[in-house]
């Protein structure tokens, strides 16, 4: 079999379901595509000038950050620490803080500056093996600055051998100009910000926020609406502070995922299962917030329900770089076993971004994005805190 590179003397986590890792694997690329992973004993032989020996590693699927709110100005440092000191969010807010101070940095940013501020942030996911990432846009909330956003996000893939998922977040906040009237702000959202998007192709999914301090499930249903209209798949931030059923009305949309869900209730989780939705779990924001109401990981296991683990990066809720940290917190603060931990980042973020058949597992004609670690067992990847084993990062075949 003739292909571009060969890595040898490799333990294979596959990450596809039901297989047993490999002892003593060969992954085999041409092309960009994986053209074998499997035994080294059943492998063909390869015709091949590259050859890279792992001595020994794991090699895994690139990691995969399904949720992130990377592209964001200013920092909100400070609010953090006036909460240590007691303050609450309402006073923070009073003060020109929360999204708004958020909002206002980004609205006065380029494409340029927003590319500049948010590589740090991507960099750091790329050493930990990040292949593939979700942006969001959501902290601008006015047409021009939504669309530079998800300009600067789709940028970021072309500075960086990394893939780029961009999700239109316009109904994420009510900015100051539409104070009260949270019904001509979904005007503007699905009349003229989300046909302005879809123009350009600069959005492959839209998201919403629906809770009591973001939009109702009307509002939400409306957007969801509009985007079935321009042919574009759907995603919620629900039930992370109460349950006002959006995980359900997501699932009637045939939502990707549906994201947070501290207080998702059994029906949601039916809604889910028979909608193939994804339960994206979201620690690093339980954790930074010191939430205390668990989302109901059991029901969703039971139900069939994929389980998939992000960081949630955000200036508010989950200033967190880190996917290895945040399979740590879920395991912790979640109780999700190793397994479910490896699977949340990899085939499940996958099938969370209506990737399935690209990334995310170690199967023939899939990307080959893979993450080649020193380790001795893949539990290390979720029990080290503060650990970044990587040894080396494939994007593509190379």
């Known amino acids: 079999m003739r292909v571009d590179t060969v890595w040898t003397n490799a333990k294979l986590l596959t990450s596809v379901p039901g297989a047993a890792p490999v002892a003593a694997g060969v992954v085999a690329a041409k092309d960009g595509r994986i053209a074998w992973a499997g035994s080294a004993a059943d492998a063909p032989a390869f015709d091949t000038s590259q050859t890279a020996d792992c001595q020994g590693r794991w090699i895994t699927p690139a990691l995969i950050d399904a ?16 909460r240590l000191q007691g303050a609450s969010y309402e006073e923070i807010a009073r003060a020109g803080g929360g999204i708004v101070s958020t909002m206002r940095a980004t609205r006065a940013a380029s494409v340029e500056q927003m590319v500049a501020a948010a590589l740090p942030r991507l960099d750091q996911l790329l050493a930990e093996g990040l292949g593939t990432i979700e ?36 109904a994420h906040a009510l900015p100051p100009e539409f104070a009260g009237n949270a019904d001509g702000y979904i005007d503007l959202v699905c009349e003229e910000m989300l046909p302005a998007v879809a123009a350009e192709g600069l959005a492959d999914a839209v998201d919403g926020f629906c809770e009591g ?40 949309y045939g939502a990707l995922s549906a994201d947070h869900l501290e207080h998702l209730d059994s029906a949601g989780v039916a809604a889910m299962a ?39 990066c955000n200036p508010g809720t989950s200033p967190l770089t ?49 993450a080649v670690w020193t380790i001795a067992d893949p539990a290390e990847l979720v029990y080290r805190i503060g650990a970044n084993p990587l040894h080396a990062r494939v994007w593509s075949g190379q």
Do not use: W
């Not at 949720?67 to 006036?82: C, K, N, P």
């Not at 006015?142 to 600067?152: F, G, I, N, P, Y």
């Open 135 to 170: 942006i969001k846009s959501g902290y601008g909330l006015d047409t021009q600055t939504e669309l530079r956003m998800l300009r600067a996000a789709r940028r970021l893939g072309e500075v960086r051998p990394v893939r780029v998922v961009t999700t239109f977040l316009g």
């Open 274 to 312: 028979q909608a193939g939705t994804v339960a994206m779990l979201l620690p690093g924001a339980y954790y930074f917030c010191r939430e205390s109401h668990q989302p109901p990981v059991g029901l969703l296991r039971e139900a069939g329900v994929p389980l998939a683990v992000a960081t949630d």
């Open 322 to 370: 880190s996917l290895l940290l945040a399979m740590n917190m879920a395991a912790t603060c979640f109780r999700l076993t190793v397994a479910e931990c490896l699977a949340g980042v990899t085939r499940n973020a996958a099938l969370a971004l209506g990737l399935g058949a690209e990334c995310g597992t170690l199967e023939v004609g899939k990307s080959c994005d893979l």
């Open 213 to 252: 301090i973001g939009f109702s499930p009307a509002q939400i249903e409306r957007v969801f609406v509009k985007a079935r209209e321009l042919g574009l798949p759907v995603k919620l931030h629900a039930e992370q502070l109460s349950n006002l059923h959006g995980a359900a009305l997501a699932a009637r």
């Open 67 to 82: 949720h992130t709110h990377l592209i964001h100005m200013g920092s909100r440092a400070r609010e953090f620490e006036l």
